[in-house]
């Protein structure tokens, strides 16, 4: 990195942390702390609840993902929108109602305190080790590309978010986002801008999609229906439908962001911004792998994208095999450039007999590379057992460092950044408000002044920093991030979801009875993911039906509770 990207990204990393605790100074108790001062606009909201989400695996993982696999990874989010409406219309005027903190309060008031800390344990377990997921993922993306030591990394994006979420706590978190997203906006733009750009002069926006169309890669729509394939059509609106509705309207790091606004309307247009721009929005970016595909079909693609990896190997004993392999890849990339130049000559002349016969020549070519990183992973393995083999998340980060310009480069590594601060903020301030809330306040110190429970309220938020930090120190190699952090959402999402739909929707349920039907669900669902290939996205709907159906068996034979409490 030269000065002027060193210049572009510590400019942009320090002035949203200011910006952020200047805006949110004077937050003097925990009801500011924890919730702002229910002022946040709707449009901001709505901005707070996609930055919430989109974490720098987003941003890192899905090129990557849409140019290995195609762009079917977005019907994962089909259900998203309808999602939105559901939560709108059901939940949220509970939650504004009740004037609550966390959403966790609502299921003690409808249930009983045993219901309400599980699902707060639960919610706890997975956005703790979420949040260090999404710090290690940008961490070791960039020291491994970079050449930076992954811990000074780790430190540095956790210090900076625990600095300003302390300092200004839900305010701080709300107003930061605002600024993250208008980089990262800007940034995603100019990054497929310039993939289009350095393309040969003949080829523009249009003729690089019907190129990656014709290679398979604008795969967006999947009617077919299988349990064990992991991107349908059927599990994007079903299954993606349960993740969204648990995640956005259950997840204290997603309620939080609304619960914070002027009024029940200004929540309301904010999730439904979400669900307008979230699916377009994940597309584009989804888009930029498929241009990616493309540009490596003219310009010569690494064999390997993780060049850690191979420099290990250019400084072993296998050096002289890892350059064969080269000089065979280097081969196919120039038989990819000729078939490529032959496509785009035939889709232009409308001749299908030369467009057929590159296609064939380029899948010929993809496959002979395909077989030569099968064998430079085998000997990276043979060379380091520990090696990291899953290259997918290094491929649009590779193509920033290799063929971008100084300071664009600089900001393409703000986003990253950006993305993981944003995230990573949010979820701080989620997990402090629920420790406090439902576990602290209401188990420990029932009976304490505003202003303890507020210097609580920043220490906890800095220990769960910390936290964070200490998994991302350990985490293990997950393959694409941008797939663990949703698996790992769906092992918990669909019990806490169940719960909640219990509570709304069948009052002759009680406590009890949700609260031991959640657990033998949550037990199933894990179970399916360690001895089943039943895709993730499945869990969210299992877990929902298994805890309603047991909590329902429960009540019908008048099991734990048979007269349970009135909402």
């Not at 504004?96 to 299921?107: D, M």
């Not at 930076?148 to 930061?176: M, P, Q, R």
């Not at 079909?297 to 290990?312: G, R, V």
């Not at 210097?455 to 190699?477: D, E, P, Q, R």
Request: net charge positive; with cysteine; hydrophobic share 50%.
């Amino acid at each position: 990195m030269s000065i002027l990207d060193w210049v572009v990204l510590l400019a942009s990393l320090f002035g949203i942390a200011g910006y952020g605790i200047y805006k949110s100074r004077g937050a003097t108790n925990i009801d500011t702390y924890l919730k702002g001062d229910k002022s946040t606009p709707w449009y901001m909201v709505g901005l707070s609840i996609m930055a919430t989400q989109a974490s720098a695996i987003t941003f890192l993982s899905a090129p990557g993902q849409a140019y290995t696999d195609g762009m079917r990874f977005v019907q994962y989010y089909f259900g998203l929108p309808i999602a939105m409406v559901v939560i709108s219309v059901f939940f949220l005027p509970i939650y504004h109602k009740l004037k609550v903190y966390t959403a966790y309060e609502f299921l003690e008031n409808r249930f009983d305190q045993k219901t309400r800390v599980f699902t707060s344990l639960l919610f706890l377990t997975q956005r703790g080790l979420a949040s260090g997921l999404t710090l290690y993922a940008p961490s070791l993306i960039l020291s491994a590309l970079l050449g930076w030591n992954i811990y000074y990394t780790n430190l540095f994006i956790g210090g900076i978010v625990i600095l300003y979420t302390v300092a200004g706590g839900s305010k701080a978190v709300s107003y930061t986002h605002l600024q993250q997203m208008t980089i990262i906006f800007i940034g995603m733009f100019l990054a497929g801008y310039m993939i289009v750009r350095l393309l040969p002069e003949d080829i523009g926006f249009s003729e690089a999609v019907q190129m990656g169309g014709k290679m398979g890669k604008m795969n967006i729509i999947d009617l077919g229906f299988d349990l064990n394939n992991k991107y349908t059509l059927w599990s994007g609106i079903i299954g993606g439908f349960f993740l969204a509705l648990s995640y956005f309207g259950t997840d204290q790091s997603q309620v939080s962001r609304y619960i914070s606004s002027k009024d029940l309307n200004q929540s309301s247009m904010g999730l439904l911004m979400n669900g307008l721009i979230k699916v377009p929005m994940q597309f584009f970016i989804l888009l930029i792998g498929v241009l990616l595909f493309v540009f490596y079909q003219f310009l010569p693609a690494p064999l390997f994208f993780n060049s850690t990896e191979t420099t290990k190997l250019e400084n072993s004993q296998y050096k002289t095999e890892w350059q064969q392999l080269n000089n065979k890849h280097a081969f196919w990339n120039a038989q990819k450039q000729r078939s490529a130049s032959d496509l785009n000559q035939g889709l232009k002349s409308g001749d299908e007999v030369q467009v057929e016969k590159a296609k064939h020549n380029l899948f010929i070519a993809e496959n002979a590379t395909q077989v030569l990183r099968k064998q430079a992973k085998t000997l990276m393995r043979q060379n380091d057992p520990k090696a990291e083999t899953d290259d997918t998340n290094y491929i649009f980060l590779r193509f920033v460092i290799d063929y971008l310009p100084h300071g664009l480069i600089g900001l393409l590594i703000a986003v990253i950044f950006a993305a993981s601060m944003q995230s990573k903020s949010a979820e701080l301030n989620a997990l402090a408000s629920c420790t406090i809330i439902d576990i602290y306040k209401r188990s420990f110190k029932k009976d304490g002044s505003d202003e303890h429970y507020l210097k609580v309220s920043k220490l906890t938020t800095a220990l769960w920093g910390v936290y964070a930090i200490f998994v991302a120190m350990f985490a293990n190699k997950l393959g694409s991030l941008i797939e663990a952090v949703n698996v790992l959402g769906s092992l918990f999402y669909g019990t806490i979801l169940g719960i909640f739909l219990i509570a709304f929707m069948f009052k002759q349920i009680g406590g009890g009875q949700a609260f031991y039907a959640a657990v033998i669900s949550e037990i199933v669902v894990l179970t399916l993911y360690f001895f089943t290939s039943i895709s993730f996205l499945w869990f969210n709907l299992f877990g929902s039906l298994l805890v309603i159906g047991i909590a329902f068996v429960f009540y019908l034979f008048h099991w734990f509770e048979p007269k349970p409490k009135t909402a």
